[in-house]
């Protein structure tokens, strides 16, 4: 019976170092949620409880750490054009706690109105042209992730080349 659980620890200290390994190179190409290198250890066949203790240890270590991974995520999705709702929700997806996403977003000196309109910017090339076409803008940016308030002011207004507002 000793000799089992002493082949089963030193495969436990052996799997621990390889899952170590495989997590490290996960992290080195770019930060993941804690929930994420889990599940992406789990699916290459490691032992939950000891890929749970692997993960304890690197945030330990600072190796892996959601608040960074979180930070990282917004400044990725706010440069692709996504407003706060989105990225709150896909933050949860990627098992962040919501009191985490609430600080990382609250510490995130970002402008979301201006955020609207350079994703309004980058998405259409010229001013709108009517009711429809400001409605097909204020859906898009809904779709985004930004509230109904900066999606109506964003679908609204055009800035032109000279950095006029035209409200409309």
Known sequence: MAWHWQAKAQEDKADASQIEKVAVGLLARREHSAFEL????????????????VIGRLAEQGWQS???YAEAYVRMRVERGYGRESI???LGQRGVARALIQA???EADIDW???AQRQVHRH?????DGHD?????YRHLLSRGFTPEQSRVASGQWRDAEG???AF
């Open 88 to 90: 709150r929700a896909e």
């Open 133 to 137: 076409e400001k409605l097909r803008r």
């Open 164 to 166: 006029m507002d035209d």
């Open 66 to 68: 959601d608040a960074r």
């Open 38 to 53: 889990q599940r992406k250890l789990s699916q290459r066949g490691f032992d939950p409880r000891v890929i749970d203790d």
């Open 124 to 128: 259409y090339h010229a001013a709108p």
């Open 104 to 106: 990382v977003l609250d």
């Open 113 to 115: 109105l201006a955020c």
